[in-house]
């Protein structure tokens, strides 16, 4: 069924990169077998999902959504699709995205845009834009989204879906190609709170090939998100967060938002997180750093794209790798490495990268100070509904403040949640709440997303 949705709409949402049509019947095949013959299967056997285009995986393409990889067929699978496929998952497809997760809007996709299901004419949010599009046009019921400073939240809020980025180390990382390593974050996608907790237990929980991995087990996300009491939680309205820039129709949802937990028995009160204010600016310094260092190895010589340069007859390595990257990498992904190499450089390193890494731990501290007080914070996900293709693609600028809410949860490595919140006034389109729990509290994601659901 879910086959047959893509072909019907798939054209125009373009949300699929590859459908992989053989290996997902093959795969609900063997779950058909398997049942038939009386085998007692795990939850989520049968169930098919898509697969954000940044996580190898085996056998089928992996393409990042740049010109570098394309074609690549990686040789072995991600630590998240080895979990799917245990779970006997079928695998649809992989999702578009901007290249290398670099954006906002999916337009940085070397293979042409997503288009938001709600309105064509519209951006799908970025970079996981495919994953949230396919689950809100039903061309799967699940799929797998990464988060480094907003990537599965933005998306869930602009197409009326869920999305939750898990406590950094929560997921494993093993497999998912490296934006920046120490804000990156593979997270579900879904249509309902219960769906998004069912696919995270399944994918959350230590991994001995990610360095970074937690070693404990993944919250009770299913059993919160079954039960949903929040009478005598405390809430946060982060006040840096909502105010001054925020479309009003997006704020009005909110706010009602906030009401719903007044009235299901919580207590809301405002916190204030000053150093939020700076987070845009020392993610716009980290993630570049940690970016140009991880693309350094396309170089060209390994994997990828293989660019001779013109009119040489002996190449160096050098020049081939300079050609290369030139033609593989698009204008975004040049940006940030130019940007990032800056700001590592010798001379400047204290300056930028430095005085970046300084910010990120101040932000932290205003997370812990804010928890001391109360049990998550919440604020809408997104300053807007989505915006017109176009709208933002030449003013990085603009593009970069769309993640001013969605920053603070990566430099801080706590995990985060965006639900829908209802549709604004202004144009019908749907806007999102952002639920933020203390590490490896990713419980109370769930327990305040059932509520709210
Ligand atoms: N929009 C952010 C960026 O461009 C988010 C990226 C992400 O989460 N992968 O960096």
Redesign the pocket.
Known sequence: AHLDRIAAVDEQVHAYLHVDAEGALAAARSIDERRAAGESLPALAGVPIAVKDVMTTRGIPTTCGSRTLEGWVPPYDATVVTRLRAQGMPILGKTNM?EF????STEHSAYGPTRNPWDLERIPG??GGGSSAVVASFQAPLAIG??????IR?PAAVTGTVGTKPTYGGVSRYGLVA?ASSLDQAGPCARSVLDTALLHSVIGGHDPMDSTSIEAPVPAVVEAARNGDVSGMKIGIVRELGGEGYQPGVRARFDEAVQLLVDRGAEVIEVSCPNFDYALAAYYLI?PSEASSNLAKFDAMRYGLRILPDGVDDPSAEQVMAASRDAGFGDEVKRRIILGTYALSSGYYDAYYGSAQKVRTLIAQDFERAFAKVDVLVSPTAPTTAFRFGDKLDDPMAM?L??IATIPANLAGVPGMSLPSGLADEDGLPAGIQILAPAMRDERLYTVGAALE
Not at 101 to 104: C, F, K, N, V
Not at 146 to 151: A, E, K, L, P, Q
């Open positions: 901007d997760a670099m954006g906002s970025g970079s990464t988060d480094t400073g907003g990537s933005q934006l993630l970069y769309n993640d």
